[in-house]
């Protein structure tokens, strides 16, 4: 089937057959290989893109299901050779080691930041939950995630509630 | 790994998806959180996959007469951060808030949730707590099924096969609600509950646990020792010693401890909702 969508800006489309997950179609049919595809089920994260504004796990989603849809990945973030400011901090917080889970991480804290522009310590780690770090530990991707807070945080916690992501491990069902 | 192959049709309509479905060997395609993991790891291999993303209509929450009805497609984010859901739902705002993450509750929708009927689910055991009513359409027609009803065993629905989940009906309670899980890989207990307390009397009760059998159970025996009666801890003991399941014994968790923890959570879970 043909599937024509946007991706970074863009308009693109390529052939393949329904099976396709997002994930391989926008790595192997179109070559964002900044995509990254760890477990194929859902569990890790690393595959994860925006959709229509909303992120998704690229491999969740069949690419005939993106038709007419728009889609950002990693390759659209830093723009004329710029990176993003959350791009920016992650490289100074070294929120990255082997970088297989970053453009992942760097999609969910946008969305975290977009809607909650002043997370809490806990706030930020339960967003960040379903997106699997075999390297840093986590804690300087926390670091990243904070240093990119507009106007920049004063460094003083807010009281915040627990959210239930913070405690529970990625699970499915 | 990677799905086998299989057709694929994107549903223009309600009755187009229902005539599709009375074909041999097919699956609904909703959100595609549970369905997409199977087909990627063979687990389901049907012949033809019926995609309803495009089902706008089956995308909605409105209030009906003391309900609050949600289309089968209403994305799990959407009814999570819903007004309506918040105040006239409150049990289902707070157990979705523990269904994945945002990405998976972006696209997760509640039809899905209902239809995968995972034993330990959120949306399923809050069904069966609030005794939701749920709307199916097939070549026949449209039926109501009761949740308790609908749900059969571990991924077992009264969905006959080519019917497709449209809706879901739940009445709107009164009291405070708590939802308390063990969320751990072998062993996901869950419950939910929401106590309506009148000068310190626990005037209504709705209790249901999953992941303690193969559907979720309403706890009727401990909502009738509360009803009627003060809120004391000793009363609360007394009647969550009223619960009886037989969970499943496995290498993770043998069934006595699966007992003691649903026992644990459903005390956890009215103490929490009658002190807020
Ligand atoms: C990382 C991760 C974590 C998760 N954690 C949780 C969790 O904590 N709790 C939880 O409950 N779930 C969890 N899930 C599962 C998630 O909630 C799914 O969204 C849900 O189980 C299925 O909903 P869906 O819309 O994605 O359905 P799909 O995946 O599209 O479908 C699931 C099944 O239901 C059938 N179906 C779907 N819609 C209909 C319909 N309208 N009529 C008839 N049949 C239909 C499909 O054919 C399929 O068999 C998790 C998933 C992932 C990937
Ligand atoms: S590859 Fe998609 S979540 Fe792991
Ligand atoms: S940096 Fe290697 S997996 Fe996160």
């Known amino acids: 089937m043909k599937v024509s969508l946007t991706v970074n800006g863009e308009e693109v489309s390529a052939s393949c057959e329904p099976r396709r997950t997002l994930a391989d179609f926008l790595r192997h049919d179109l070559g964002y290989t900044g995509v990254h595809v760890g477990c194929e089920h859902g569990a890790c994260g690393s595959c994860t893109v925006s959709v229509d504004g909303a992120t998704a796990r690229s491999c969740c989603m069949l690419a005939v299901q993106a038709e007419g849809c728009t889609v950002t990945t990693i390759e659209g973030l830093a723009s004329s050779g710029e990176l993003d400011p959350l791009q920016e901090s992650f490289r100074e917080h070294h929120g990255l080691q082997c970088g297989f889970c970053t453009p992942g991480m760097l999609a969910t804290a946008h969305e975290l930041l977009r809607d909650n522009p002043d997370p809490t310590d806990s706030e930020i780690r339960a967003a960040i939950s379903g997106n699997l770090c075999r390297c840093t530990g986590y804690q300087f991707i926390v670091d990243a995630i904070k240093g990119a807070i507009r106007p920049p945080h004063d460094g003083q916690q807010r009281d915040g509630v627990v959210e239930p992501g913070a405690a529970a491990s990625s699970r499915r069902k | ?276």
Request: net charge negative.
């Open chain 2, 1 to 276: 790994m990677k799905a086998a192959a299989f057709e694929y049709l994107r549903a223009a309509s309600c009755d187009e998806a229902v005539a599709a479905l009375a074909g041999e060997d097919t699956a609904v395609l909703a959100g595609g959180q549970s369905l997409v993991p199977l087909l990627n790891m063979r687990l389901a291999r049907p012949r033809l996959v019926v995609d309803i993303n495009r089902l706008a209509d089956l995308s909605y929450l409105r209030r009906d007469n003391g309900n609050v009805v949600i289309g089968a497609l209403t994305r799990h984010r959407a009814a999570e951060t819903s007004a309506m859901v918040a105040t006239d739902l409150p049990l289902l705002a707070a157990a979705l808030r523990y269904v994945g993450h945002v990405s998976t509750r972006n696209r997760g929708t509640v039809g899905g949730s209902l239809a995968h009927a995972d034993p330990s689910a959120e949306l399923p055991t809050v069904a069966v707590a609030l005794d939701a009513s749920i709307r199916v359409q097939g070549s026949h027609g449209v039926r109501d099924i009761a949740a308790p009803d609908f749900f059969v065993g571990p991924h077992e629905t009264a969905l006959a096969p080519g019917e497709l989940l449209v809706s879901v009906s739940f009445p709107v309670v009164p009291g405070a609600v708590s939802v308390q899980e063990l969320p751990f890989r072998g062993c996901d207990l869950v419950v939910v509950a929401a106590v309506a307390v009148e000068d310190g009397i626990c005037a209504q009760a709705r209790i249901a646990v999953g992941g303690a059998g193969p559907t979720p159970i309403r706890a009727s025996a401990v909502e009738e020792a509360l009803i009627g009666r003060p809120v004391t801890d000793a009363v609360i003991a007394a009647a969550v010693a009223e619960f009886t399941c037989d969970p499943p014994d496995s290498l993770h968790a043998p069934a006595s401890y699966r007992r003691e923890m649903a026992s644990v959570l459903t005390r956890r879970a009215i103490g929490t909702a009658v002190h807020t």
